[in-house]
């Protein structure tokens, strides 16, 4: 019986373990780390005969080189015993990369990017869906990969999805050797992850890896990083503007004219659907639109199926989400914005003057146009988190001074209604500009408290 290694004990790794053990594989899954949670799962799979071990790492010799590694997309790849693997010759794959092995014979259309992959990838999975086509989201979203696998296995022929729509991380791309999507999308370049990738070199090569194995690909024409490589880097791409037909690089790609998205494929442009049909604010979700509308044309989806899908989206939890209105003021959850180009984004959506709530676990990174967007548009800052310290330093040296250090998102929340006020601020933004690993296991709890506690504190107020 064959014998695979999986590093992580996270959505993906379990994927994966299940995905092998279904196909016959003797699983042993590993976690460096320990807490109820994983324990609750150390027990769920083991009654699925699956081994899980935890607080610890494997321990590899020449015997074990027969064996698989499988490496969740939380876990560096360059870990010593990850080194050790891939020296004494071991597969060593990630689970995306497991994934694509098990569903190369489906369309994929594979999005990567600093920022604007989530809601790149919904708006693509809906309007493919609307479209009438089985077209799963994984990866970064929804589903794990290896999950999507599983129950294509399960299904018969004619359940098994017609295109795979995959959020691919950096993590994601580096993990995997021959994932090739029919189409590549690049949504953004900014710095991030350079913690993990060392330089904005390698993070640049690791996300152009995914672009140069697809098939067709697709660029935010809009980005700076990428507008500047252009066509020498990239001749056969297809590009995107929301500044008209006239910022196009090159002959062919999607733009924005006249209030419409246009298609610019032939000689003649067309016109597929109206900018107003998404209800999406902010230029970045006009450039995510673009890049949505030219996967589906290239994947010969009709316009029609397209402009319903756009009229219908109702957007993506935790970026610029709208969570309730009190008195007038509107308050709006983008916990998703995890680096300073983000909540930049996010800060230039929304309606000034805004209370902002910010802080987390501090990400390196440029602050310069992030602060820029805090004069502007910040009656009041209000700093949760490890960051609060530094940040507030931050806010000090370009001459700032209406922040208040909460250290909680309670104390955050019941504190902005009261500022809103004072400062007769139309809304009150989470947009951290950090990750949450500090205070929250993910973005998504982030999000989840800062909604429950809205709601409970417009509750409280209103008795």
């Known amino acids: 019986m064959p014998e695979a290694l999986i590093i992580g004990l996270g959505k993906s790794g379990v994927a994966a373990a299940r995905l092998l053990k279904q196909e016959g594989w003797e699983v042993e899954l590993y976690d460096s780390s320990t807490s109820p949670t994983l324990l609750k799962q150390q027990q769920e799979l083991a009654s699925e005969h699956i081994t899980v071990k935890l607080k610890t790492t494997p321990e590899f010799t020449n015997s074990d080189l027969s064996k698989l590694i499988i490496v969740s997309p939380g876990v560096p790849w360059d870990i010593p015993i990850l080194a050790q693997a891939r020296e004494l010759g071991m597969e060593t794959i990630g689970e995306m990369e497991l994934a694509w092995r098990h569903l190369q014979d489906i369309p994929w259309v594979g999005i990567t990017g600093t920022n604007g992959k989530t809601t790149t990838t919904a708006l693509i999975a809906a309007i493919f869906q609307t479209a009438g086509l089985n ?29 795979i729509i995959g959020e691919i991380s950096s993590y994601q791309i580096e993990s995997s050797v021959t994932l090739a999507p029919r189409i590549g999308i690049w949504t953004t370049f900014t710095p991030d992850h350079l913690a993990r990738h060392k330089t904005l ?26 507008r500047q490589l252009g066509l020498n880097h990239w001749p056969q791409a297809y590009w995107t503007s929301v500044k008209g037909e006239e910022f196009l690089i090159g002959e062919k790609g999607f733009y924005i004219e006249n209030g419409w998205v246009m298609e610019k494929i032939t000689a003649t442009p067309q016109a597929i659907v109206e900018v107003s049909a998404l209800r999406m604010v902010g230029e970045h979700n006009q450039q995510n639109l673009l890049m949505s509308v030219a996967a589906a044309r290239l994947a010969g989806i009709d316009i029609t199926a397209i402009s319903q899908a756009v009229r219908e989206f109702p957007g993506v939890p935790h970026r610029l989400e709208h969570i309730c209105n009190w008195q007038g003021v509107d308050f709006i959850n983008d916990s998703k914005a995890t680096n300073y180009d983000a909540a930049e984004v996010g800060l230039a959506s929304v309606q000034s003057p805004t209370i902002l709530i910010a802080g987390g676990e501090a990400k390196a990174g440029d602050d310069t146009a992030w602060l820029e967007q805090i004069q502007a548009k910040a009656a009041a800052v209000l700093l949760i988190g490890n960051a609060a310290p530094a940040f507030s330093k931050r806010l000090q040296e370009v001459g700032y001074s209406n922040y208040h250090i909460v250290e909680t998102m309670e104390n955050a929340v019941s504190l902005s209604g009261e500022l809103a006020k004072k400062h007769q601020a139309s809304v009150v933004l989470l947009s951290p500009a950090c990750a949450s690993f500090d205070q929250y296991p993910n973005f998504e709890m982030r999000g989840e408290d800062f909604r429950q506690l809205c709601q409970k504190y417009l509750l409280n107020v209103a008795e």
């Open 135 to 163: 077209a799963p989201a994984c990866g970064n979203i929804g589903y794990a990969a290896c999950e999507v696998a599983i129950q294509s296995l399960k299904s018969q022929i004619q359940n098994r999805p017609d295109w």
């Open 201 to 226: 070199e390698n993070y640049y090569h690791i996300k152009a890896k995914l672009l140069h194995n697809s098939q067709l690909q697709i660029f935010n024409g809009d980005d700076l990083y990428l």
